[in-house]
């Protein structure tokens, strides 16, 4: 873990954010393709989650593209690291949301897209009020718990299979793992 063998070890963390540590210019040239981030692996997030109070939330923001694939690949590694953590439901512990009403119609346009994984599983007046909140702003959810938002991130996060939706999809939407590092690997060289 990064904090193993400090003094922080035992913290515990109301919030951790990681907005926009990666320029756009050299993610969207391909220059992340092949260069290791351990930030965004699971083995991370498991040390994330680990480091949250029982209120804490881990914010990440992302640039989200139509159809998704960071923010996608970023939603996948969550949820696997919760699945690891024994976490009873998973995905009642997660939020995806994006700063427009409507996703499908971003175009070439880029917005922030926003990861949100709890510590404590979401309730219906949670997400209730989550919903009322980002609809205010003219946002929308892409994901939240018991929502039917039919985006990708609700067709991961429901397949019966994810290995397969995750094989069908047209990026690389996998987990990333400290074994594979590689958040901004979006295409598969052998098969495309």
Sequence with gaps: GYWKGR???NARFDAIV?????TYAAAAAGAYALTENFLYTKEAFLDYYRSLS???VLSISRWLFYPPREDLRLF????????????ANPLDHLVMAAPLR???KLGDRRVWGYL???RRPLTAEDVAG???HVTKLGWSLLYAPGLDTGTPFEQLARAKDRGEFQRSYPYLVSPVTDA????FQFYNPLHR
């Design 7 to 9: 003094a922080m070890d």
């Design 18 to 22: 990681i907005h926009a540590i990666d």
């Design 54 to 56: 029982d209120q804490g």
């Design 76 to 87: 996948a590694t969550a949820l696997a690291a919760l699945e690891e953590a024994g976490v």
């Design 102 to 104: 409507d996703y499908t």
């Design 116 to 118: 949100t994984m709890s």
């Design 130 to 132: 989550l919903q009322a």
């Design 180 to 183: 594979s590092p590689y958040l």
